[in-house]
Nanobody, 113 residues
């Protein structure tokens, strides 16, 4: 199983980025998919998840700005991030959960003020 996260980069505050998580060896529609992030010196935190039924939930800090979605045909999960803030700067990881969990390698998001 491999999860490949991409789409990170450097953006100014107020800008947008779209992260993608592409999977091989696992069917994402049969997984609970999550995005986590970890800022320097901080613990990894849950940003958003989407269940196998398509229900979603978000951390309070990103609700209304971020949207998680899944493309079953492409076997990918995305995180659309709008109105980015400097405090969103972190390494973002995707996670797939079935009987066990799988993690992507992380993609850096840097938001400048």
């Amino acid at each position: 199983v491999q999860l490949q996260a991409s789409g990170g980069g450097l953006v100014q505050a107020g800008g947008s980025l779209r992260l993608s998580c592409a999977a091989s060896g696992i069917i994402l529609s049969a997984s609970i998919m999550s995005w986590y992030r970890q800022a320097p010196g901080k613990q990894r935190e849950l940003v958003a998840f989407i269940s196998t039924s398509g229900s979603t939930n978000y951390a309070d800090s990103v609700r209304g700005r971020f949207t998680i979605s899944r493309d079953n045909a492409k076997n990918t999960v995305s995180l659309q991030m709008n109105s980015l803030r400097p405090e969103d700067t972190a390494v973002y990881y995707c996670r797939a959960q079935q009987r066990r969990e799988y993690w992507g390698q992380g993609t850096q998001v840097t938001v400048s003020s």
